[in-house]
């Protein structure tokens, strides 16, 4: 007993208080753009882009599509692309999560008054791995353990979608899990809405393009919350779900 309160007591606190205010170390968070210009006829940044997440004129980053590797930075001649520790990059908006020198960061998450009232006390989530790498599904996983604690604001991830307010997508959606993935939505009832976790989810990451997908689904579903990363880290999307439902951290 001895050594376990010697333990604990080396330890510290393990949990994070206050989500919003965390200064994790060592994170590769949001891409920063300056206003430099960039050098005449460079493009070294598209080069080494293995999603196709930048565009030029001007220099853009579409965080949907960005899986936060860094290559672009040290390539950049001008050094005007650098990343920060910044995790709160989740975005109601696709179109919000394309970041520039005008829109350094994703636009503010609006509180949604009909699902604050409806699950601003209790959700339930129900995670799906839509042919992920399991990067996304270890930090989903990570959600409920002593660090993150998402259970502590009345939101748990549940076995069964008949038991689910909320479906956490993540995956690019391979062809053999689509049938799967619609078979889970319609197994929820209603209220539902739909949260992408992750590149691969939100616009098919690595593997957009490729015959062995089936994105068809989000042409019926769109998400009410995008989680970007790669893997998404759990702080984005603990910040991104108490924002939308206008949850205090300190509940």
Same mark, same amino acid.
């Given at each position: 007993?001895?050594?376990?309160?010697?333990?604990?007591?080396?330890?510290?606190?393990?949990?994070?208080?206050?989500?919003?205010?965390?200064?994790?170390?060592?994170?590769?968070?949001?891409?920063?753009?300056?206003?430099?210009?960039?050098?005449?006829?460079?493009?070294?940044?598209?080069?080494? /882009?293995?999603?196709?997440?930048? !565009? &030029?004129?001007?220099?853009?980053? =579409? #965080? *949907? $599509?960005?899986?936060?590797?860094?290559?672009?930075?040290?390539?950049?001649?001008?050094?005007?692309?650098?990343?920060?520790?910044?995790?709160?990059?989740?975005?109601?908006?696709?179109?919000?999560?394309?970041?520039?020198?005008?829109?350094?960061?994703?636009?503010?998450?609006?509180?949604?008054?009909?699902?604050?009232?409806?699950?601003?006390?209790?959700?339930?989530?129900?995670?799906?791995?839509?042919?992920?790498?399991?990067? /996304?599904?270890?930090?989903?996983? !990570? &959600?409920?353990?002593?660090?993150? =604690? #998402? *259970? $502590?604001?009345?939101?748990?991830?549940?076995?069964?979608?008949?038991?689910?307010?909320?479906?956490?997508?993540?995956?690019?959606?391979?062809?053999?899990?689509?049938?799967?993935?619609?078979?889970?939505?319609?197994?929820?009832?209603?209220?539902?809405?739909?949260?992408?976790?992750?590149?691969?989810?939100?616009?098919?990451?690595?593997?957009?393009?490729?015959?062995?997908?089936?994105?068809?689904?989000?042409?019926?579903?769109?998400?009410?919350?995008?989680?970007?990363?790669?893997?998404?880290?759990?702080?984005?999307?603990?910040?991104?779900?108490?924002?939308?439902?206008?949850?205090?951290?300190?509940?």
């Amino acid at each position: 007993m001895f050594n376990a309160i010697a333990v604990r007591i080396s330890q510290g606190k393990q949990y994070i208080p206050d989500p919003r205010q965390a200064q994790p170390t060592g994170l590769r968070g949001a891409p920063l753009i300056s206003a430099v210009d960039c050098g005449v006829g460079c493009s070294a940044c598209l080069a080494v /882009c293995p999603t196709d997440a930048i !565009a &030029l004129t001007p220099l853009r980053i =579409d #965080l *949907g $599509r960005c899986v936060l590797c860094g290559d672009c930075a040290p390539v950049c001649p001008s050094q005007k692309i650098s990343f920060n520790a910044n995790y709160r990059i989740a975005g109601t908006d696709r179109a919000a999560l394309v970041v520039s020198a005008q829109r350094l960061a994703p636009d503010p998450i609006q509180v949604s008054a009909a699902l604050r009232l409806r699950f601003g006390r209790s959700l339930k989530l129900r995670s799906v791995s839509a042919g992920g790498c399991n990067g /996304c599904e270890l930090e989903i996983n !990570a &959600l409920s353990n002593v660090n993150f =604690d #998402l *259970g $502590r604001y009345g939101i748990d991830i549940v076995a069964s979608p008949r038991h689910a307010d909320a479906l956490v997508l993540s995956g690019p959606i391979t062809r053999h899990m689509q049938d799967a993935l619609q078979q889970c939505w319609d197994a929820m009832p209603e209220p539902r809405f739909l949260i992408a976790v992750g590149a691969c989810a939100i616009s098919g990451g690595a593997f957009a393009g490729s015959p062995a997908l089936d994105r068809s689904f989000l042409d019926r579903v769109v998400p009410t919350l995008y989680v970007p990363g790669c893997p998404a880290h759990p702080l984005s999307f603990v910040c991104g779900i108490l924002d939308l439902l206008g949850i205090a951290s300190d509940r």
